[in-house]
């Protein structure tokens, strides 16, 4: 007998369908199929929101007008996490990312390594400067402007 499929948990599912004998059992490789087609389409309303919300995750623009905010522009350099664009006085929030940050790091760790360290130490520069210049140029390119999620806004 068919195992009744609508009484799967979504991650049984996909366990089920990764595990089964597709060429032995094509019905039953359909209804886990379809099964999991209907749980896609019912994604409770509130998690669906959440993640509907655009930040429009900008590089230096502002997420609202996007116009440019200089890297050396006093919105950029104001403290606190919440700044205001200069343009339309829109409120947004500048934050790391963590995965632009993991992305610049290594192939800048890996070229301080080759290139720079022995560079700055043939001219009697102190190795540290590699590090310090990879740090600020990671920090400096992986900041992101975002519109505040609704919630923050008040
Ligand atoms: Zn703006």
């Known amino acids: 007998m ?3 499929y609508a009484s799967y948990s979504t991650t049984d599912l ?3 369908l990764r595990k089964i004998d597709q060429a032995t059992y094509p019905e ?3 209804h886990i199929q379809e099964e999991l087609k209907i749980r896609a389409q019912t994604v409770p309303t509130g998690e669906k929101k959440a993640e509907d919300f655009d930040t429009n995750e900008q590089f230096y623009k ?3 007008c996007e116009k440019k905010i200089g890297f050396f522009s006093r919105t950029n350099n104001s403290f606190g996490r919440i700044k205001h664009c200069p ?3 829109q409120p947004f929030e500048s934050k790391i990312s963590a995965k632009a940050a993991t992305a610049i790091l290594i192939p800048l760790v890996l070229m301080n390594l080759l290139v720079f360290r ?3 130490e043939s001219l009697a520069f102190s190795k540290f400067i590699g590090t310090a210049f990879v740090i600020a140029v990671v920090i400096s390119a992986s900041f992101r402007f975002r519109k505040l999620p609704p919630q923050t806004v008040n």
Do not use: G, N, S, Y
Request: glycine residues 0%; contains cysteine.
């Open 87 to 89: 343009h339309c006085q």
């Open 28 to 30: 039953r490789t359909k």
């Open 118 to 120: 022995p560079v700055l």
């Open 62 to 64: 502002c997420p609202h």
């Open 14 to 16: 996909e366990d089920a």
């Open 2 to 4: 068919e195992p009744d």
